[in-house]
């Protein structure tokens, strides 16, 4: 007959044996408490004493092609429709001498070989004033003419040789002795003619014309001159100097 086994005591044992390592007490609950918040800074330390000694983060610029600013202020010479000049400080120079290219004043602009003067034609109210090369100026001796009145945007001008009204030459008209009538810059005299919008009048005698009265209305201005021959009333209409009427009485 087979002797008896004890297998209760041998479960017994084993159930014994773990029962250290997984019964819950109070030092295991305070133990794993104590790990559950010293065990965060244990790994920070680590990873603070251990890791690689430097890190360098590269950052990858990626260039964005830009479109082209288009610059309103450039002026455009007629006829050749290129730009030409410079305005209100747009650097646009082409057909130009760039090192010597400079304002005169509001409307003139030159550099060492030509004039331009400036002006808005019907399509210039959005892109800017248009560049017209003015025909047979000397740039060395270049000036604009100014009265008491008119000191800029009168677009007359002479140097040593003509006198322009716009970018025309005035034939006949004397440099030396060209003058502004302060009622309207389209009205100039020099010693030998008295001109209206740069046409010489030929029934006015330059060397005896003479302002007698101005008389200025909301409407405009009446001027009352003479000369030897005749009597006159010249109208220029308020809304527009440039628009100027000879009268003989």
């Known amino acids: 007959m087979e002797p008896e086994t004890n297998s209760g005591e041998t479960g017994e044992q084993k159930t014994s044996f773990f029962a250290p390592l997984t019964k819950v007490t109070t030092f295991s609950k305070f133990f794993a408490l104590a790990l559950f918040i010293v065990m965060p800074f244990v790994g920070g330390w680590i990873g603070y004493h251990y890791a690689p000694e430097k890190v360098v983060e590269v950052e990858k610029e990626v260039e964005i092609e830009k479109t082209p600013e288009v610059n309103q202020n450039i002026l455009v010479c007629i006829p050749t429709g290129t730009p030409c000049a410079y305005y209100r400080g747009s650097t646009i120079i082409t057909g130009s ?3 010597s290219f400079e304002k005169i004043d509001d409307v003139y602009y030159k550099d060492e070989k030509q004039v331009f003067v400036t002006w808005y034609t019907s399509s210039d109210y959005v892109y800017g004033p248009s560049a017209f090369i003015v025909d047979g100026a000397d740039s060395a001796t270049f000036e604009p003419i100014y009265s008491d009145a ?16 716009d970018n025309k030459i005035i034939e006949g008209a004397d440099p030396s002795s060209i003058k502004i009538f302060d009622f309207s810059p389209r009205l100039f005299a020099d010693k030998h003619a008295v001109y209206k919008n740069g046409v010489k009048v030929d029934f ?8 007698n009265s101005v008389d200025e209305t909301l409407g405009g201005t009446t001027v ?26």
């Open 97 to 99: 001498y760039p090192d």
């Open 150 to 165: 008119f000191r800029g945007g009168v677009r007359l001008a002479k140097d040593n040789k003509h006198v322009y009204l």
């Open 204 to 211: 006015i005698d330059a060397t005896t014309f003479k302002i």
């Open 224 to 249: 009352h001159a003479s000369d030897q021959n005749s009597d006159y009333i010249l109208k220029v209409d308020g809304s527009d100097s440039r628009l100027l009427t000879i009268e003989v009485i």
